[in-house]
DNA sequence: AGTTAAATTCAGTTTTACTTCAGTTTTACC
DNA sequence: GGTAAAACTGAAGTAAAACTGAATTTAACT
């Protein structure tokens, strides 16, 4: 594999570099985020080892750029903090794992062929909002690296919200989408609320965000923000 | 939204008013060439759902005189005959769909839904009025980036006032636009001066520009400059 | 079949927006 | 400036909407 390793620290840059190079891997590496930049905008590669902490400015610009040029290069982010906020909003822009010094190279390499064979396999799709994540493929639901149990009703619903991000769903639009249209539901939007709580309460146990708010008279609205 | 139906069978016409009705739409009706005319005179609508065969005349009609006045009123034409040259005719004097009778009434707002966002993505979902942005899809409104929370007749107010920018709204055609022409308020604009002083005191907090202007004895004017 | 979980209904409560009202301020016109 | 109509204001009442916990019905899975 061709891997492009962004680090400024001069001892683990080499150790990285040589001992994954004992892989067959080909591995190229810079020391700052306009060398990586560039050499991004020149050559394709598998895999990118990104510090976030840069002399010329934070990693996540690397992932900005990838994600902005729907590249397909898999990003593992290596960084000296370990809070939470990076994690996730490395996750959120688009990075596939995220790796806290230190380390060991073995970790590393382990790291690299999972998130390899998860790409491969294509069941790596998932949808990320701050602490929540959603993965489609296995149709789960995890806040903060915990899994939350939904039934159908509640998945499908978060699906169509998150589908609509920041849009106003009204009630009936949202009973279109779950019942189909045969479904009469004269004024009566019981089961609506019902779902909602359920949906809302599953989603407060493991965050005090409100992601689901309710617009009176209008309907509902998930927001990331 | 307010919309138009223009339908002489008066079962379908019935339906149609119920059923949309529903969705928080405010809604008037006629069965007439003549009629329709008359109301398109005196108010402006969001939508006109416009009937080809009608007693004193073809719909058609209906569809000039908007082109001609350059009106922005979407309209969806309701037809029993399926020939296509009607479809192409009507398509080509402005009318955004086509539908054949009979119909199934969801079928109906799924196009009154689609034309709408048709021609909102078309012309930038947001409305920006210097610090003021509004976006209807989210329908929330922001003044120099932070969120007013408005309610809806609030917003539906807010948002008549900005269609019709620079332009004086009389308050009785502010009431027929927010609650449609069958409340009577007998000289009573109470509520009106209570929505506006909310609106405006919630406009108020944020920026010290006074959009909404008082013409005294006539109505309002929402004004940019 | 029987068991469990999910979907829906129900009744009672809380919240919210809309309207009304009574009193005050502003405006146009004499 | 005085006056009456128009516009504004804060607060209170009210009805609709939203929420809640629990009960019931329905569906799903051995």
Redesign the interface.
Known sequence: MKILIVEDEQGLRENMLTYLSEDKNVCESCTNLADALSKLGLYNYDFVLLDIGLPDGEGFEVLRYLKDKMREEAVIIISARNSLDDRIKGLNIGADDYLTKPFHLSELKARIVAVFRRKSTNSSNKLVFNEIVINLMERTVTINETEIILTRKEFDMLLYFVANK???I?K??LA?HLWG?EMDM??NFDFIYSHIKNLRKKILDFTTNDYLKS????GY?FTDK
Chains 1, 2 share one sequence.
């Open positions: 920041g849009k106003v009204s009936t639009a279109e249209d004269h004024d617009i009176y008279g209008i609205k």
